[in-house]
Antibody
Framework: QVQLQESGPGLVKPSQTLSLTCTVS??????????WSWIRQHPGKGLEWIGYIYYSGSTYYNPSLKSRVTISVDTSKNQFSLKLSSVTAADTAVYYCARRHSSGYYFGRWGQGTLVTVSS | QSALTQPASVSGSPGQSITISCTGT?????????VSWYQQHPGKAPKLMIYEVSNRPSGVSNRFSGSKSGNTASLTISGLQAEDEADYYC??????????FGTGTKVTVL
């Protein structure tokens, strides 16, 4: 059973870069077949797709965040990461990592989520 | 890309059936059979309930079913149970090669 677990600072200062890592266990990112995704949820609000990466390094980003987002993968550690630059209070949210099958347009496995607060 | 439109809340008594709608455009819901539905209990991660409009993942109760007509998708929960009380979100792949989620619906079991 594949499991995903987010990690990273829970507090980031405005204008700085938010950095999160998702560690995958029970399966190998480098075996292919899946897109590894980041999705966020503002407090009390709906879900927003941020983007995803394939094990080869191909990335797809939400155009609304594209100028500030970088998603990368480290197959040696079986992890993928999110960097969001120039954050503001509007980036305060629960950040989830999730897995999408390469032939299925849905997110079948999710991490538990991690709250990131942007505040000075 | 605008969020898909869902009713803010839907309620029903135990044993009843309820339906949640998810309205988009021809560029998302209407253009692809790639609508999925997620259940989210408070403080928990979303859980996939329906994929590709009407398919249920292994382990999801057959009380949950999905359908689509034009630009509107629907999730029906039959035989409503207390454990079904949660937030529900639809999602669709779009013509811009990205994903959009719905505004979310709070289901209350009376």
């Amino acid at each position: 059973q594949v499991q995903l677990q987010e990690s990273g600072p829970g507090l980031v200062k405005p204008s700085q870069t938010l950095s999160l890592t998702c560690t995958v266990s029970g399966g190998s990112i480098s075996s292919g077949g899946y897109y590894w995704s980041w999705i966020r949820q503002h407090p009390g609000k709906g879900l927003e797709w941020i983007g995803y990466i394939y094990y080869s390094g191909s990335t797809y980003y939400n155009p609304s965040l594209k100028s500030r987002v970088t998603i990368s993968v480290d197959t040696s550690k079986n992890q993928f990461s999110l960097k969001l630059s120039s954050v503001t209070a509007a980036d305060t949210a629960v950040y989830y990592c999730a897995r999408r099958h390469s032939s299925g347009y849905y997110f079948g496995r999710w991490g538990q989520g991690t709250l990131v607060t942007v505040s000075s | 890309q605008s969020a898909l439109t869902q009713p803010a809340s839907v309620s029903g008594s135990p044993g009843q059936s309820i339906t949640i709608s998810c309205t988009g455009t021809s560029s998302d819901v209407g253009g692809y059979n790639y609508v999925s539905w997620y259940q989210q209990h408070p403080g928990k991660a979303p859980k996939l309930m329906i994929y590709e409009v009407s398919n249920r993942p292994s382990g999801v109760s057959n009380r949950f079913s999905g359908s689509k007509s034009g630009n509107t998708a629907s999730l029906t929960i039959s035989g409503l149970q207390a454990e079904d009380e949660a937030d529900y979100y639809c999602s669709s792949y779009t013509s811009s090669s990205l994903y959009v989620f719905g505004t979310g619906t709070k289901v209350t079991v009376l």
